[in-house]
C-alpha cells in the first residue's frame, strides 16, 4: 500500500507543472485495486458519456483471485484549475472471484480526483473506494483505495 501512495505522490507532484488540462472522451490504461489484504493490478477504462456523467470498468488480478468493478461517477472541475483537476464520485458493483472460496460481491462508493494536464496523452487518477459486501462471505471494508494511469483515447 506504501508503494502505491509513493507512485501516486510522485505522479501527481509531477504532473502539477503542466499548466492546463484538455479535454477528453475515453481512456484505456493500468489501475491498482488495494484492499488491506489484497491488491489488484490489470486493465481499468473509462468513458465520458457527456461532461459529468463517465462510465468505468476496472478488470484487476490478485495470486489467486480476479476483481471485477463497473463505476458510474459525477465528474466536476476544482475551480481555479482550468480543467486540469477534477473531483468525483458514485457507486458501481464488484465481483471478486477467488481460487478455492466463494465468489465476494460488493457495493463500492467512490470518491477521488482525475487529472490530465495539456499536452501529455495520459490521464491519472486517485480514488477511495469502500467496499460494502453483499454476499454472505467476505468482510467489508474501509481502507480500499483505486490508482488508475490511463492512455487517453479523443
Known amino acids: 500500500m506504501r508503494k502505491v501512495c509513493f ?30 489484504e489484497a491488491t489488484f493490478f490489470g486493465a481499468t477504462g473509462k468513458y465520458f458519456f457527456s461532461d459529468h456523467h463517465v462510465g468505468q470498468a476496472d478488470l484487476g488480478f490478485d495470486k489467486g483471485g480476479t476483481a471485477i468493478s463497473i463505476f458510474y461517477s459525477y465528474h466536476k472541475a476544482i475551480l481555479g484549475s482550468r480543467n486540469q483537476l477534477r473531483w468525483y464520485g458514485g457507486v458501481g458493483p464488484s465481483i471478486i472471484l477467488i481460487e478455492d472460496f466463494d465468489n465476494v460481491f460488493a457495493l463500492r462508493p467512490h470518491l477521488g480526483l482525475d487529472f490530465k494536464p495539456k499536452g501529455v496523452p ?27 494511469l490511463q492512455f487517453v483515447l479523443k
Open 7 to 36: 507512485v501516486f505522490t510522485l505522479t501527481v507532484l509531477f504532473t502539477f507543472t503542466c499548466a492546463a488540462q484538455t479535454s477528453y472522451r475515453a481512456a484505456l490504461g493500468l489501475g491498482v485495486d488495494a484492499f488491506n
Open 122 to 148: 495520459f490521464v491519472v487518477n486517485f480514488d477511495w473506494r469502500p467496499a460494502l459486501v453483499l454476499s454472505e462471505t467476505g468482510d467489508s471494508e474501509a481502507a480500499a483505495f483505486g490508482f488508475g
